[in-house]
């Protein structure tokens, strides 16, 4: 198989935001997750500092936060000051103590190193409680609330710059669900008073890949709005946990591109595509497990809908299937970079999450080392790639029985400082592939990189470290490399002048 990689021919700038994450009130992401004082492993303010260390290690460019479904009933003022009352979470059906609030997350990103992104309330919010919240982090010491964080011991604005309104507010599952003509009026409405605030802030709001419902938002909202967000995920078992053995999971790679296709299908039809990017801002092969709550008749013990949110945790379900899906959506962001600006896998942490956190250390999962080589080689410009010979495919079956086709072989490209940088994907169960690349008019030292465990079903777990990222000195390249790949293995080569 030959691919041919243009360097000259560059097709978009890639963001460094679209290796970006998310963390949710849900579980334990936040509480007993990154925030857990009780914890020997944490520091001063309670953060867990080896998982700090891990998020470090794979560059997060920006977090967002606090949900997801959580923030349609969340009220950010419960979250700030000295004396904390506990919440009922009604979206999650918990208490949440609101010792982790605004000013806790703040820090956290500035000790990651991160940008912080907030997702306000547009269920049972208003457009003033969203615009009080940008005060509260963005005025020097204007109004009541900017005043009020300077009192809870900020002197200075946290300048959080990307904000969005809302999570999926067009879905009867989340809490203050709205229509598309109520969406756009409320959107409109909070985003005028938002930037009233501070112009400089970064807008986004929830949208998908529906015509009705992002024509209203654009129509009533586009003229303030940097962003449109949507969300994704393929693997569906929020009722039911059956995770999709390997093939199943490569049946869902040949859907990956088709919400960014359509939604800048809208933004172009609207000529906002130049001025309004792309926000995947949740993304995940598999929907968290959370059964009996997104639903009209609600759980009623703890086993009923408590409990099972623990099934989330079992290492095993993040086997090679989700660091090879992982990299082939991250090519799909990549190829789509002059319209997607950013992409957070949701979540970081737990749950779904590329690490797993326990009382006594972490466990990276098999997709946190393809963001720590996407996020360290795949930068700078994005170039053309394309296969003269027509890529190979392979039958697979899907969860739902039928068979799906898909290419075997997914390749992107990054051109950064005369670094050349290629992602090799082989979705392969059982077969290595040998692939050819041209790289016209390269010269240089090409180093490979694969993320990759014995079989198709490796995963981690605490004391089993089956997947790790192995380097291979392939050798001096004059215009073409030929390497192979192994079967169900992400590879990343850098050519280096
Ligand atoms: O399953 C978790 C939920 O997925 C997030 O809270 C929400 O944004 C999405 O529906």
Not at 82 to 98: G, I, L, M, T
Not at 264 to 274: C, N
Request: net charge negative; charged share 25%; hydrophobic share 35%.
């Amino acid at each position: 198989m030959n691919y041919e990689i243009n360097e000259k021919r560059e097709t978009g700038r890639i963001s460094p935001m679209i290796y970006g994450h998310f963390i949710e009130h849900f579980h334990r992401q936040i509480y007993g997750g990154i925030f857990d004082p009780e914890s020997p492993l944490s520091d001063e303010d309670g953060f867990r500092t080896d998982i700090i260390e891990a998020m470090r290690e794979i560059r997060v460019p920006v977090l967002r936060w606090p949900g997801g479904c959580f923030v349609s009933s969340y009220h950010w003022r419960d979250g700030v000051g000295q004396q904390r009352q506990p919440s009922f979470d009604k979206a999650w059906r918990v208490e949440d103590p609101n010792t982790f609030g605004t000013d806790e997350f703040v820090k956290l990103c500035r000790k990651i190193g991160c940008e912080p992104y907030i997702c306000t309330n547009a269920g049972t919010g208003t457009a003033e409680e969203m615009s009080d919240w940008v005060e509260y982090c963005n005025l020097e010491r204007e109004g009541k609330y900017a005043k009020m964080r300077i009192a809870n011991g900020f002197q200075s604005p946290h300048r959080v710059k990307y904000w969005s309104i809302g999570n999926e507010n067009y879905g009867a599952w989340e809490i203050g669900a709205k229509s598309a003509d109520e969406w756009g009026r409320l959107t409109a409405e909070s985003a005028k008073m938002m930037k009233h605030v501070d112009p400089d802030i970064e807008l986004s709001a929830a949208a998908l890949a529906d015509i009705n419902w992002n024509v209203n938002l654009l129509h009533s909202c586009g003229q303030y709005l940097d962003w449109i967000s949507i969300h994704q995920y393929w693997d569906m078992m929020p009722e039911v946990h059956d995770p999709a053995d390997y093939d199943a999971c490569m049946a869902y790679t040949a859907d990956i591109g088709r919400t960014v296709d359509e939604v800048r299908g809208i933004l172009t039809a609207m000529r906002l595509e130049k001025r309004i990017k792309i926000a995947f801002d949740e993304w995940n092969l598999r929907s968290w497990h959370h059964p009996n709550v997104h639903t009209v008749r609600q759980g009623r013990t703890r086993e009923d809908y408590i409990l099972p949110r623990d099934k989330n945790d079992d290492n095993s379900t993040y086997t090679m299937a989700d660091a090879v899906f992982a990299a082939c959506f991250l090519n799909s962001m990549i190829k789509n970079c002059d319209i997607v600006g950013m992409a957070n896998f949701a979540p970081i942490l737990n749950t779904r999450g590329c690490i797993y956190s326990y009382g006594g250390g972490i466990v990276r999962r098999s997709t946190y080392y393809v963001f720590e080589l996407f996020a360290k080689h795949m930068t700078g410009n994005a170039v053309d790639v394309w296969t003269d010979g027509g890529s190979e495919t392979m039958e697979v079956r899907a969860k739902n029985g039928r068979t799906q086709s898909v290419a075997v072989i997914d390749v992107a490209a990054a051109s950064h400082d005369g670094k050349l940088s290629i992602s090799l994907v082989n979705k392969h169960r059982t077969k290595s592939k040998t692939v050819t690349l041209r790289v016209p008019g390269v010269r240089g030292r090409a180093v490979m990189y694969t993320v990759n465990g014995k079989s198709a079903d490796s995963y981690n777990d605490v004391g089993r470290d089956e997947i790790k990222i192995t380097e291979r000195v392939v050798g001096d390249v004059d215009g073409a490399v030929t390497v192979t790949a192994d079967a169900h293995s992400v590879n990343v080569i850098t050519i280096e002048r």
